[in-house]
Each structure stands twice: as C-alpha cells, then as structure tokens.
C-alpha cells in the first residue's frame, strides 16, 4: 500500500518532467526546421545573381541537409538544449528567416533593377509595419503600460495576416500586368493544355510553339523534340496540376491560379492553429519575393505546395478527406513520389489503417490521372515519364551536375538513404511528414541534372510549415480530440 502511494505521489512529477521535455524537443525541433529553411532559401537565391553563385548556393544547401536532418532527429528524443536557452527559440529563428529574406531580395532586385523593385516592397512594408508595432509595445511596457495580452497579441497578428494578404493580391497582380508569361515553356504547356482539354483535345498530344533558339533548344530539351518551330512535347505534368490550372485560364492567365494556390496555402497554414509562429510561416509565403518569381513563371510548385498543406491540415484535424487531399497531392506531380513512404506519419499507427489510407489515397490519385492517361497511354508515359529522363542535364541548374557528372546509382542510393533515415529518426507526426518530404527532395535536388529555385521554393516552404505546427504545438492526430 504504502509503494503505491509512493507511486500516486510520484506520478505527477513524472507526467511534468515528460511535458517538459516534449516541450524542449519540440522547441528545438522547430528552431531547428526554422534555421534550415532560412538556409534553403538564401541558397536559392544564389541561383538568381548574376554569374549564378552556384557554389556559394550549394554550400548553404548542403548546411541546410544537416540543420534539417538534425531537426528531424530531433523530433523523437530528448534535445541538446534547454528549454531556457534564447537561442533556440523557434520565432527568433522565425525572424532571422524574414529579415534574411529581406535583405537577399532589396540585394537581388536592386542589382537586376527594372521592375524587379515590385518583388521585395511589399514585404519591406509589412516588415517596418511590423517592427512599429512591436517597438510601439515595448515601449509601453517599459513605461509601466499594459502590453499586448496574448489574446490581443494573437488577434493583431491575425490582422497582420489578412493585410499581407491583400498585399501579395496586389502586388502578383501587378506583376503579372508587367510581365507576359509567354516567355517560357512552362506558361505555354499550361496554357495550351487547358485550351485543349476545353476544346476535347488530348493535352498529352498537342505541339507547343517553339520560343527558344537553337542552342537553348539543345541545352533545354531532348534530341528530336522540335522541328518546324513547333515543339513536340505534349502536357508533360501529371494531370492533377492542369486541372489546377483551368481556373486561371478561364479567367485570362493560368497563373491566376498559381496566386489562388499560394493564398489557399497561406490560409491553411494560419486555420492549423492561429498563433505566431503559424502566422509568421504563412506572412513569409505571402512576402518572399521569390513567391512572386515563381508565380510570375508561372511554375508548378505553387500546386504541390497546396495539396501538401491540405494533407497536413486535413491528418492534423483527422479530417475524413484526407484521402482525398493527399490523393490530390500525390498526383500533382512526378517527384511527389517520395512522400508515399511517409504515409503512417499522418494518422495514428496501426497497419490496417495504412493500407486503408493508402487504398483510398491510390482510388483518388488513380480517379483524377487514369481518364487522360488512358486517352493514350502511349502519349502519355511519353510526355510525363521518358522525355523528361531524355533530357540533358542542366548545367545551370543549382545541383552538383554544374560541376560534376553523378551516377544515376548514386542518385538512387541518397535518395533511399534519405528515406530510410526519416523513418528511423522522425517522430510519426504530420509536421514531420512535409518535413520528411523535404529533406528527402533537397537532398535528391541538390544531385538532381534539373534543379531550380521552383524546387528549392517548396522545399523551404514544406519546412517552414513543419517548423511553425511543430513549435505552434499542433498536435499529432493520435493526440487530437477534435473530428471534422
């Protein structure tokens, strides 16, 4: 009788030194997620400088494999700091990323000049409007006057969140009013495919214009793709992005639907949880001047990043449509693939709900590819699959393949090792499967003979949105009460 008293009275200090040290753990495994992102997203930006800093650029994303691998370690054990130690605070690292951003984007657009200025004004706004206010409430602390409460706290960050909002509306659209998308391949493929789809054409068989010279056509695509100024290279995405794509189109610009996606991506990342960390995340897509870039190229990664987003949000809130968004994400585009193995991390363990996960996840991704796939198959293994392993290695491409040649069996073996390593370290959680998901995608980038800021624009934003569930404290589904 007397142990089990013993027992009852030392339970509770057990059950507080546990939540101390998730705490811990989970503080620095979002510190940690924060500071590499800030990394991925600095190298990314050397591949825009004149001269492309590609070794500078891979320096830093090689240092960004480590942070977030350690990050993602970190994620199930006890950490190296203490919860005391200011360094690692997660929104410090939160506002190093922002004020990095800044400063790489005033840098790039002052030297490109033009109308590249429209890119980092908006966020050089938010960001002064920022610092007042918070500037303004210390003061008042200082002199003896209340402060922001949390509440109040968390109500004008929702504020913040609503004008940056409206600033990336105005300023992509502006962007896109300066810059027609017809200057590259991307933009024609989308473009074209959603006109034919509309008109009951196969997109997977159509011939785009050809807007490249000779040597670019060499250096860009496969041998005997062009020929009459036509490129004959159909829709070479996976269905799910041109389905993306037609809302915009109809509306006059495929990207019109690039903004939709990264404002939806925005808003999901602040409905996870509204505090600061998430907020901070979702301002950071809205703001980045490479946002912009990517929507203005009218790039793919805008799509992923949204199914990416609504999976996490939908296995964070046990929502019955996850299998639906996660479908969705995994058939928007080839490389999405390597999220597949990290499935479990979304729903709590148990086999029999894994495969029936990824049962309905396959009927959704098998829903929305198989009708124009099956249109002709032949076009379409061709356009999705052998051209794109056809085509020649970039040599200005952010990778490895600038200065040397790498094995395909290398490749394979960093990519498994990668996926091995996240199974075997990362806690089974949905901030840890977009963090997984990008660890193994910068890793298979950075030796990959393509490799531009698209990717890296994912690759960042996946981690920043691990980072900010994991330091907002979201929990794990195994730990939500609430069902939707």
Not at 356 to 377: M, N, R
Not at 400 to 417: E, H, K
Request: glycine letters at 6%; one cysteine or more; charged letters at 15%.
């Amino acid at each position: 009788m007397t142990r089990n008293r013993d027992a009852l009275v030392e339970a509770p200090a057990i059950d507080t030194q546990r939540n101390a040290t998730q705490v811990n753990r989970q503080k620095a495994s979002g510190a940690y997620l924060f500071a590499a992102a800030c990394f991925v997203w600095t190298g990314a930006y050397c591949g825009l400088w004149p001269g492309r800093s590609q070794a500078l650029g891979l320096a830093l994303l090689a240092i960004a494999i480590g942070v977030c691998g350690f990050g993602i370690w970190t994620s199930r054990r006890q950490t190296f700091c203490r919860e005391d130690e200011p360094g690692w605070k997660p929104r410090r690292w939160l506002i190093v990323s922002a004020a990095g951003i800044l400063a790489c984007a005033v840098v790039w657009a002052s030297v490109r000049g033009g109308y590249f200025w429209v890119f980092w004004t908006p966020a050089l706004l938010f960001f002064l409007g920022l610092g007042v206010l918070r500037l303004q409430d210390r003061i008042s602390r200082r002199k003896g006057m209340p402060g922001n409460s949390k509440s109040r706290s968390i109500e004008t960050w929702k504020k913040l969140f609503w004008v940056a909002v409206a600033i990336h509306v105005l300023a992509a659209v502006a962007v896109l009013g300066m810059h027609s998308g017809d200057f590259i391949d991307v933009y024609l493929f989308q473009r074209d495919g959603a006109q034919a789809i509309l008109h009951g054409i196969n997109p997977y068989t159509i011939t785009h214009e050809n807007i490249c010279t000779p040597e670019e056509v060499t250096r860009f695509y496969p041998p005997t793709v062009v020929w009459d100024g036509r490129l004959h290279w159909g829709y070479n995405y996976p269905p799910a992005s041109l389905l993306f794509a037609l809302p915009g189109y109809l509306l006059g610009d495929v990207r019109y639907s690039q903004i939709a996606a990264v404002l939806l991506s925005a808003l999901l990342m602040v409905r996870l949880r509204p505090n600061r960390m998430t907020i901070g995340a979702a301002c950071i897509l809205l703001l980045s001047p490479l946002s912009f870039w990517v929507e203005m190229n009218s790039w793919i990664e805008p799509f992923v990043l949204l199914g990416l987003t609504a999976a996490v949000f939908a296995a964070l809130r046990r929502s019955w449509w996850l299998p639906l968004a996660l479908g969705v994400f995994l058939a928007s585009k080839q490389f999405v693939v390597v999220g597949i193995p990290f499935v479990s991390f979304l729903q709590p363990p148990g086999w029999k709900q894994n495969l029936k996960l990824l049962a309905k996840t396959a009927a959704v991704a098998v829903c929305i590819t198989a009708p124009l796939a099956l249109w002709d198959l032949h076009s379409f293994i061709q356009g999705t699959v052998v051209l794109f392993l056809r085509a020649p290695a970039r040599l200005d491409s952010l990778s490895l393949v600038a200065f040397m040649q790498v094995p395909p069996w290398v490749i394979y073996g960093l990519i498994l090792s990668a996926i091995v390593f996240c199974l075997l370290a990362a806690a089974r959680t949905p901030a840890m499967y977009a963090a997984s998901f990008a660890f193994v995608l910068l890793i298979w980038m950075i030796v990959n003979k393509v490799a531009f800021i698209n990717y890296y624009f994912l690759i960042a934003h996946s981690i920043w949105l691990a980072g900010a569930i994991v330091s907002g404290s979201v929990c794990a589904p195994a730990e939500e009460s609430r069902s939707r």
